[in-house]
T-cell receptor
Framework: GAVVSQHPSRVICKSGTSVKIECRSL??????MFWYRQFPKQSLMLMAT?????????EQGVEKDKFLINHASLTLSTLTVTSAHPEDSSFYIC????????????FGPGTRLLVL | QKEVEQDPGPLSVPEGAIVSLNCTYS??????FMWYRQYSRKGPELLMY????GNKEDGRFTAQVDKSSKYISLFIRDSQPSDSATYLC??????????????FGTGTQLKVEL
């Protein structure tokens, strides 16, 4: 299946700093990528849909100025958590949408963010 | 009412058992159905992708879709300890273009014991 990587896998930062998370599709081109967050023992909550070369579409309740998304190429999307606070601590997962007949999402391994 | 309902478990079974995992949904527009497996602190891994009603088999896994009842299932035969994970059902509609914008169940935590 298609492979998606994320970097870093884990990050600890101080409150008020910004953190950038990279999502790469390694063996396919993803015109669309998605960003999710997942709290312990809960399901994935979609934050935003990122299309290459255009502005991301954010889900209701997600602050676009706080969670900056850039999808500069067909294989790279970044999520920047600006002025992070402890309540932003979570597991952030990206996915890339594959093409073909059975278009579906392939997920990265996730990034665990801890804001102190 | 949530669009997708899934029993969170935990579900504990002995090694070798047949496991049945289920989701119900309320949105009749859902046409594409997926099962993902997620190990602790990892991203979800696609296991099965189905479109039509009926059964689809892949190795020890069988996905079943009953659109008339709005009910989907994942069966795991000869379960192994390595199958211990959280299983998430996900679905999407033609309106959102197939694999776009998935709606997930809460996930069922499965533990297969020796």
């Amino acid at each position: 299946g298609a492979v998606v990587s994320q970097h870093p896998s884990r990050v600890i930062c101080k409150s008020g700093t910004s953190v950038k998370i990279e999502c790469r599709s390694l063996d396919f081109q993803a015109t669309t990528m998605f960003w999710y967050r997942q709290f312990p023992k809960q399901s994935l909550m979609l934050m935003a849909t990122s299309n290459e070369g255009s502005k991301a579409t954010y889900e209701q309740g997600v602050e676009k100025d706080k969670f900056l998304i850039n999808h500069a190429s067909l294989t790279l999307s970044t999520l920047t958590v600006t002025s992070a606070h402890p309540e932003d601590s979570s597991f952030y997962i990206c996915s890339g949408l594959s093409g073909g007949i059975q278009e579906t999402q392939y997920f990265g391994p996730g990034t665990r963010l801890l804001v102190l | 009412q949530k669009e997708v309902e899934q029993d969170p478990g935990p579900l504990s079974v002995p090694e070798g058992a047949i496991v049945s995992l289920n989701c119900t949904y309320s949105n009749s527009a859902f046409q594409y159905f997926m099962w993902y497996r997620q190990y602790s602190r990892k991203g979800p891994e696609l296991l099965m992708y189905t479109y039509s009603s009926g059964n689809k088999e892949d190795g020890r896994f069988t996905a079943q879709v009953d659109k008339s009842s709005k009910y989907i299932s994942l069966f795991i035969r000869d379960s192994q300890p390595s199958d211990s994970a959280t299983y998430l059902c996900a679905m999407s509609s033609l309106l959102t273009g197939g694999g776009n914008k998935l709606t997930f169940g809460t996930g069922t935590q499965l533990k297969v014991e020796l």
